[in-house]
């Protein structure tokens, strides 16, 4: 469930915040988690409690909708005073860098170079695949605590390019849906201190390591392909 609360002053947009929320797996029991972020007003109306007053609504609105907890990214110093508490977050990185060694160097294009096996990636197919992905999903995510009770929707797009695209790819062998991958793509002038593409989603049948390795090594590839700066990096973060 995703919304966007809007700021109007005199028929006029002044601010926007957004919320978006889910089920989430702890143990046997189920929570809902709730998102809030992206709290914006216009520079020349700031400081003059816009902000603190779109947070108090999105609050009142998690409270009504009987979140359990709330995350968040953001300036510490602004959300602190509502209560929330910084917390570290572990994320994997994978730096997308040629590899030299005196004079020889070997490409990323190289390094990632398909390697023969069973089955093959292809882009997801909402239509024929939604519910062995679905199924692959709730397999996976059984009894782990941190997982979505339900596969994750693309997230809404309440400021533009937010989202400007993403890859969903899964793993097939013999007609079987065995691995499910699912990307963030970002637009390819972000900065050196941040991904150009996220991991989202994973999933695959244990019995089949190859189902979750070759959709990875095609989505780095792709990824070094994606942009030409060689030191942006996937990252995938743990929930």
Partial sequence: MC????????????????LAGHQLQVGCSEIRLGYLGQISILPELQDRGLGSALVRDLLEQMDQRGYDVARLSGLVRFYQRFGWTPFPRRFIEFPLRKLRAGTAEVSVADMLEARPAAGKVRDYCAETDRRRRDSLLRRFNEGRTGASKAPRSA????????????????YEEQGKLLGYLATQVFAEDVSDFEASVNLRDVAFDLRHPQAVIQPLRYVLSRSEEHTSNSSHTVISYAV
């Fill in 155 to 170: 997230p809404s797009n309440p400021l533009p390019n937010q989202f400007p695209m993403q890859w969903q790819l899964v």
């Fill in 3 to 18: 919304s966007s609360d809007l700021l109007e002053q005199a028929g006029e947009i002044v601010g926007v915040g957004f």
